[in-house]
């Protein structure tokens, strides 16, 4: 079991560009949820996805952020156009049911340049 | 005012020491989950609790629901125990959201 896997690990864009951060749950996880960390600041949650469907968006920023969760694949964080604030630790977890226990990826760490 | 507060922030211990970290929350939760951060940045589960009390190894957990207050306790610590441990509920208006404290970033000194 390999556990969440969140690829890749360190992503540097240039401002402007798209950001496309990934997420594959545990096997047999169909809740994904995604956080952000900014430097020298605590978690914040961003949102909540099951497979083909957001449940829960309301911490996330309503322009330049999307996410999806797709019957097959990933789950993918996107940002467009990023800008030096979108430099943070993204992390994602997931468990079986909304209520079930959860389990961390290693994070991405996104630095735009 | 942050839905979570921990304290203290910072701690430091000799090896062997009993440690005690304190998680208050303001909204309704469903769950209370305490996370374990490394320096290299990994985010580690260690429980997830809705009532009572769990214990893992040296680590033991208690919740109080109608104190709205959690308390994380490491016996016999261990310079390895050294990271950042995090508290976060899920509850809030949606009972979809997670808040998560600042973390209390603990030092085990051999």
């Known amino acids: 079991n390999a556990g969440v896997m969140q690829n890749p690990r360190h992503l540097v864009r240039r401002r402007g560009q798209e950001a496309r951060l990934r997420c594959s749950p545990m096997?047999?996880?169909?809740?994904v949820y995604w956080y952000r960390q900014l430097p020298e600041e605590g978690l914040k949650f961003m949102v909540y996805?099951?497979?083909?469907?957001?449940?829960?968006e309301s911490g996330m920023p309503k322009e330049r952020f999307s996410a999806e969760f797709p019957k097959e694949g990933p789950s993918i964080l996107r940002i467009q156009q990023v800008v030096r604030g979108d430099s943070a630790a993204y992390f994602c977890?997931?468990?079986?049911?909304?209520?079930?226990?959860?389990?961390f990826g290693s994070g991405t760490r996104l630095t735009v340049v | 005012k942050n839905e979570v507060e921990q304290s203290p922030q910072n701690l430091t211990a000799q090896e062997g020491e009993f440690i005690t970290i304190n998680c208050s929350y303001s909204?309704?939760?469903?769950?209370l989950h305490w996370l374990q951060q490394h320096p290299g940045g990994g985010i580690v589960s260690l429980f997830m609790?809705?009532?009572g009390k769990k214990k893992h190894g040296r680590l033991i957990a208690t919740i109080n629901i109608q104190e709205k207050h959690s308390s994380l306790h490491i016996t016999a610590s261990h310079p390895r125990d050294s990271a950042v441990y995090i508290c976060?509920?899920?509850?809030?208006?949606?009972?979809?959201?997670?808040?998560f404290g600042t973390g209390t970033s603990l030092t085990v000194i051999p």
């Open positions: 609790l809705s009532s």
């Open positions: 909204v309704g939760i469903s769950a």
């Open positions: 996805l099951q497979k083909e469907n957001i449940i829960d």
């Open positions: 976060a509920v899920k509850g809030g208006n949606t009972g979809n959201q997670f808040y």
């Open positions: 977890a997931s468990s079986p049911q909304d209520s079930g226990g959860y389990t």
């Open positions: 096997k047999g996880h169909s809740h």
